[in-house]
């Protein structure tokens, strides 16, 4: 009988054997990506250090730019969502990794039976039976095809990706908070220099008035002068309207409700850190969306290895046990203790294709968790790009623009001077100072776009979570 029973105890464990020899969950390999080719410039790196390593704080010198950092860093409601999505992913990955243990419950039952006078057990007893019960029971799963260890790491993934997420947000704030910090700068300066105009325009409208009563203009000259005024004015008004709009933003980036930035000036920033990509290889463990896409993939491989599993039996192992009673007095009583063990292998055959379905979507989304994954990455190589090219495109342009203003402010002073002793038209006049005053506006945006291009490109290299 012994013998019998060992026999039949190894020929389900070869059984088993041979069926896992059948299905061994996969290891995740990252994939092949050319990664090299995904930088497109003419600057190749020489240097594996990356302006994503420098600390955010190194980074920006202006005192109160950090000061909104930290509090955007604190208060911002995109931040604590996402924290909370990774304490809800925190609590899956915990459940996962319980799946090794045994199930156990308890339970405390009371159960009354009327019986019927003509059936079997009526005969014997009469009226009613009340019984009472003190259960536990407790059932473990075998994971001989790697389910549960493939169920633990794909939350594990799952839990990753949370945490990237966060630092994703956590660099996009960052960027955010110094582009429109920056903005508000540039147009603080443009406000400045268009009260300026005003109040020479205004000069220069009784000046033109006054050429009128002499003789030497008419007074189409004294209404195009006006004319370039009111312009000035509108371009103030709108000035202040995109002030006032980007405060509010800040302010809700900020997580505020609207109210006043204080600011310093946009000669006082300075950007002293090298501008640096490192390699592009760096941007798997730098950017925050490339690492949270490649966690997305790990989270659908392995979910595709726990389906795949689902082909292949389950052994599970069950026990209850307990007091049982038709007497409270003798509930814990010895005579009262029952037991029983239930050991099954389950295999599937017929279940309308559930399994096969579940299996062939879980290969789907795999292939798209693969494919977001390689989109995520050419789309932080075209960032990286477009900022490198940005950025030089806006050293080139300021020299460009400084050296057209300073032609136009001259022409400006040499044609009123002309105008006012008679050798110069009015209209040459206004022509030299409307572009004296927008070829301004434009320096000073090249110089913002420069700032903004240094902050896309910290970001894009995923520069800021550190």
């Not at 930290?70 to 809800?88: F, T, V, W």
């Not at 960052?174 to 000069?203: F, P």
């Amino acid at each position: 009988m012994k013998k019998h029973v060992i026999y039949k105890l190894s020929a389900a464990a070869f059984l088993m054997f041979s069926l896992q020899s059948c299905f061994v969950a996969r290891e995740y390999k990252r994939p092949e990506m050319p990664v090299e080719a995904y930088f497109r410039t003419d600057k190749l790196p020489q240097d594996s250090l990356s302006l994503a390593a420098v600390p955010w704080k190194e980074l920006f010198t202006d005192s109160k730019l950090i000061e909104y950092i930290e509090k955007g860093l604190s208060n911002n409601i995109d931040i604590r969502i996402a924290m909370q999505q990774i304490e809800a992913a925190n609590a899956y990955y915990k459940q996962a990794r319980a799946a090794y243990f045994p199930a156990l419950n308890g339970g405390l039952q009371v159960s009354q039976q009327q019986l019927a006078k003509n059936s079997q057990s009526g005969s014997v007893f009469s009226g009613s039976i009340t019984q009472y019960e003190l259960s536990a029971s407790a059932s473990w799963e075998a994971d001989i095809w790697g389910r549960i260890k493939s169920s633990e790491r794909a939350s594990l993934a799952s839990y990753l990706q949370t945490t990237a997420a966060h630092k994703a947000v956590k660099t996009q704030l960052i960027a955010n908070i110094a582009s429109v910090y920056y903005q508000l700068l540039a147009l603080d300066e443009q406000q400045r220099i268009t009260e300026r105009t005003i109040a020479t325009r205004e000069k220069s409208l009784e000046t033109t008035k006054a050429l009128k009563e002499a003789g030497y203009v008419t007074e189409v000259g004294v209404q195009q002068t006006a004319a370039q005024l009111y312009s000035a004015r509108a371009l103030l008004v709108d000035t202040r309207k995109n002030i006032k709009l980007l405060e509010n933003t800040m302010s809700i980036l900020l997580g505020d409700s609207p109210h006043d930035i204080e600011r310093g000036t946009l000669s006082e920033q300075q950007i002293t850190q090298e501008i640096n990509t490192g390699f592009p290889v760096q941007l798997f463990r730098s950017r925050p969306d490339v690492m949270a896409a490649e966690y997305q993939l790990i989270n659908a491989f392995e979910l595709t290895n726990v389906a795949k599993s689902s082909f292949y039996p389950s052994l599970r192992i069950s026990a209850s046990g307990g007091f049982q009673s038709i007497e409270i007095e003798k509930l814990l009583s010895v005579n009262s203790l029952f037991a029983s063990t239930v050991g099954s292998l389950t295999q599937p055959i017929f279940n309308g294709r559930r399994i096969r379905s579940q299996y062939e979507a879980a290969q789907a989304q795999e292939q798209q968790a693969y494919l977001n994954f390689k989109r995520a990455l050419l789309n932080a190589g075209r960032e990286v790009s477009d900022a490198l090219y940005s950025y030089k495109a806006a050293e080139e342009r300021i020299s460009l623009k400084a050296e057209e203003f300073e032609a136009y402010n001259k022409a400006a002073v040499y044609s009123e001077e002309l105008l006012n002793n008679g050798m110069a038209n009015y209209l040459e006049v206004l022509t030299a100072q409307e572009n004296a005053l927008y070829s301004q506006i434009d320096l000073i945006n090249a110089r913002f776009n420069k700032l903004n291009s240094v902050v896309e490109l910290y970001r894009a290299l995923g520069g800021g979570w550190q």
